[in-house]
């Protein structure tokens, strides 16, 4: 910001990242949580980063970041919530504040917590995949009669997808308002937009062994191992 003003941005890992201390601390502080853990402790509140026990009416900094972390995390899943099921009005308003790169970026930054990131794939597959022009593919269920085995097998029958649909016909006043991310979305082709949001399904399914293991004790984990898969079933 310029002027007067010392304002600046910050980033969204630092203020999360309490959600889930353990696994988030060192990728965003750059110290272990042992050590901020013991920092926490030692500045008067107790080890955990909670309330002084000598004054349990105290507020640290780790409870007022935690607070307003909570903050967020409700936010993203309201907002998530408000575009299901292609309201278009909803995904009108909403398009604007969370664009299709802040989504991905938020889907795929390892350094966010996991209810984080899994509403960030919430938003993306609601907002940005379920709405015009994608639509949904279904593959005919078609009944055949056993070749004879006397003749050669046929070949199985071939589908070609029709023509691709066009973007909305915004009107010039409409079009006018849309801000650029999002007349850069139907700029995309097709093919980037999804190779985009298959990327960052990847990065989480082959982030190593624990995911791969599909192996989740933690509640936060389970909801964002369950807004990927509902993600890879838009894809599929």
């Known amino acids: ?56 009416w105290e507020s640290t900094n780790f409870d007022r970041l935690k607070m307003l972390a909570k903050y967020i995390y409700a936010q993203l899943r309201l907002a998530a919530a408000l575009v299901k099921e292609r309201q278009m009005n909803c995904i009108m308003a909403l398009q604007e504040e969370y664009s299709f790169s802040l989504c991905l970026n938020g889907a795929g930054d390892p350094r966010l917590p996991s209810a984080i990131r899994g509403s960030f794939f919430d938003i993306l597959t609601d907002l940005w995949l379920d709405r015009h022009p994608h639509s949904q593919l279904v593959i005919p269920q078609l009944l055949r009669s056993l070749p004879d085995r006397k003749t050669a097998v046929a070949e199985p029958p ?23 991310e999002v007349r850069a979305f139907y700029r995309l082709s097709s093919y980037a937009k999804m190779d ?14 624990e995911v791969e293991q599909l192996v989740h004790s933690a509640f936060e984990d389970n909801l964002m191992m369950q807004a990927v898969l509902r993600n890879l079933s838009f894809l599929m």
């Open 1 to 56: 910001r310029g002027g007067r003003d010392s304002r600046s941005w910050v980033s969204l890992a630092h203020v999360v990242w309490v959600l889930q201390p353990q696994r988030c601390c060192e990728a965003v502080t750059g110290k272990p949580w042992k050590d901020y853990y013991s920092r926490e402790g030692s500045g008067g509140g107790g080890g955990d980063g909670s309330k002084d026990a000598r004054n349990p």
């Open 158 to 180: 071939t589908f070609t997808l029709g023509r691709e649909q066009a973007p909305d016909s915004w009107s010039p006043e409409h079009l006018r308002a849309l801000p650029d």
């Open 196 to 209: 985009a949001v298959v990327q960052a399904v990847r990065s989480h399914l082959s982030a190593g062994p």
